[in-house]
């Protein structure tokens, strides 16, 4: 589907797209910007505000340096963004806080060396022992897209439907007006129902 035939299908059912996830690894692996082009223009058709890193493979993510890279090819895509009238924002999983470079877990690597916002995904969040709030109160307004995800009150923790899981939304959303939120997305993933 092109993205102009998604925007009538998204016209034609009362829907908009005010983010979308796009494959950065050429760009911060190769140095490729075609692709990373070829997203905004796609980002710009559909009448979204935002383009959304929404992964980074595990040969990208393994030392310093490889961050050191992640963080520069970030700000240079925020600023591609940017003049295209978009903001360039990052999806995180666990890996983000259970991995540690140098010490430090590399979510925090992201938020201290790039300009970019961030889309909490709160499951991942809250399986890696973190506390959400702890992270909007340390960088207020920087959390404008929230995946909205729960967890089964199980050992293994694994995905529920939003509001039969262990994740306490209520107390979330008290805090997102300092974490600036402007979009959540209530996410299904792998479900048992």
């Known amino acids: ?28 692996k190769d140095n490729n910007a075609d692709f990373l082009k070829a997203s905004i223009e796609c ?5 979204s505000e935002y383009v959304v890193i929404p992964w980074l493979e595990d040969t990208l993510r393994s030392q310093l340096d490889y961050y050191k890279r992640i963080a520069q090819k970030a700000n240079e895509a925020a600023l591609l963004c940017k003049k295209a009238g978009l903001k360039l ?20 690597l992201i938020l ?26 340390k960088y207020p307004g920087r959390f404008p897209l929230w995946h909205v995800k729960d967890m089964a009150n199980t050992p293994q923790k694994e995905f529920a439907e939003v509001g039969t899981g262990s994740i306490d939304f209520g107390d979330l959303f008290t805090h997102a007006k300092k974490a600036g939120l402007k979009h959540y997305f209530v996410e299904q993933d792998v479900c048992k129902r």
């Not at 924002?89 to 925090?108: R, V």
Request: net charge negative; aromatic share 16%.
């Open 89 to 108: 924002a990052y999806h995180n999983h666990d890996f983000e806080f259970t991995q540690k470079i140098d010490g430090e877990k590399p979510y925090d």
């Open 1 to 28: 589907t092109s993205p102009k035939d998604f925007k009538k299908i998204l016209n034609d059912n009362g829907l908009k797209a005010p983010s979308g996830h796009y494959d950065f690894k050429t760009f911060i």
């Open 43 to 47: 980002a710009n058709q559909l009448g």
């Open 112 to 137: 201290k060396n790039t300009s970019v916002i961030m889309e909490p995904d709160l499951f991942w969040m809250v399986k890696a022992d973190e506390k959400p709030a702890d992270y909007f109160t």
